[in-house]
């Protein structure tokens, strides 16, 4: 049987991965129709522990920390190997998935202000795993990708060129878990609303030789780009830019052959 935590109101907490602790400060503040009260005096507080996030960093890859006797440690941002060979918007959007995933966890935090240092070593890390992929310096690529003090990177689409934006919009707190939308009641109708695939397979026609059939079948591409359009479901596909083709079962049959 799980033990329950007893603790003194001045000591932190640890739970769900945050400090949890109740607020003691004596500063005063004028409430509308009390006059001046301590309106922050017994407030729970969560806080962001620093072994949390600088063990993320660690984790990663991404921070070397010297320490010597008598001198104030040093942290140095390190270049990530595994990634020097991805196309750069790919590593841009990594380091994204992995700055976003902590704040929002942590943004309930009283001081998840703090994850600004975090920011700041994953941005030199991308830097310095850019500057390995180029053999260029850190320097340089970080002027080859930054506009308008950005670090956007451009990449191609079919619908033309789009850009990978580095994480810039901050670490502010939140006060609620689910935001204000809570309580809101979801639109169902919208939301269960069948796609165009449900209608064309149950339209039962093949859609490579015309058939009507009592059962068809679905074949699908990851991607438009791994179509081989010299076939002739190729050709029917990538001229209705869909990655999907309902067709019956022979047609499937022969396309699998």
Known sequence: MEKTLIA??????RFLGYDVTVC???ALKKAKGKGTVKAYTGKIKLYLPKEKWVGKLLGYGVLKIVSRAGEKEVWKPLQRNDYIFLPVHEMVRKYNAQIRGIYNYYRLASNVSV???FHYVM???LYKTVAAKYRITMTKAKLKYTKNKEFKVPYKTQKG????VLYNEGFRRVKYALGSYADIIPEYEQMNKP???FFRYKANVCEMCGAYVPAVKVYQVKSMS?????T???AIMNKKKRKTLVVCGDCYDRIHK
């Open 232 to 234: 002739e479901w190729g």
């Open 115 to 117: 994850l600004n240092k």
């Open 123 to 125: 941005e030199y890390s």
């Open 24 to 26: 003691n400060d004596s």
């Open 195 to 197: 796609k165009e695939l």
């Open 8 to 13: 003194n109101s001045d000591d932190k907490a």
């Open 161 to 164: 060129t789009k850009y990978a």
């Open 226 to 230: 791994d179509l081989d359009v010299n």
